[in-house]
């Protein structure tokens, strides 16, 4: 007596960082089919796994990149049972990210250097992030160990909102931080002549839209210019 079988091969979809689980059954109207599975993905070598007393073989495939995967099974003949086969498909998706962004300093000055810092989650993330300005791009920067900088002295004086874009990669979606207020001030040189004082003086960072009061003193003690002899 000889009985064929069907199987029935299944595979859930993963998100990128979990193992791929495929399990693979096999049946018979002659009874539970014994002996072994194969499964090959992507036509690689074959794995093999033995039935076990329900009939089922589960196969892992550790971290799988995200992707589409074909999976193809085989039964072989094996004593009373036929041999029997079946295709799928394993889907793996990306993994969702989050962005954050920082700035030092801020305020800033106008002229003067700052550095944007944008961290991504997980840190496994690899790829770009895109400093913008509103709709304007300030600059790209590399991620290493989920951290991108970028650091730049041209913004104008005023208040901007700065965003990072992570690209995304093969294993995870791209994402974007909150806007960030950074506020440049300006810059505004106060220096006195020979004849008095000023206050403050040099370099006085003033926030955009605000006043700045200057203190000048003139120097009033007599001086004397010049000496001629008679």
Known sequence: CS??????????????????????????????PTGDVSLSVNGGAATTQPLDINGSAVFTIASPSAGTYNLDAEYSAQGIFGASSASSTL???QASTTTGIT????PSTFSNSVAFTATVTPSTATGTVTFMDGVTTLGTSTLSSGIATFSTSTLTAGVHSVTANYDGDTNFTASTSSALSQTVNYAI???????????????VSVNPGADQAFYIVADTSPKIYSISQI
């Open 189 to 203: 040189t106060a220096t006195a002549g020979s004849h008095g004082t000023i206050s403050p003086s040099g370099i």
């Open 103 to 106: 700035s030092s300093p801020n």
């Open 91 to 93: 889907t793996v998706s």
């Open 3 to 32: 009985g064929s079988t069907v199987m029935l091969l299944r595979a859930t979809t993963v998100t990128y960082g979990a193992n791929g689980i495929v399990t693979v059954t096999v049946s018979s109207s002659a009874g539970i």
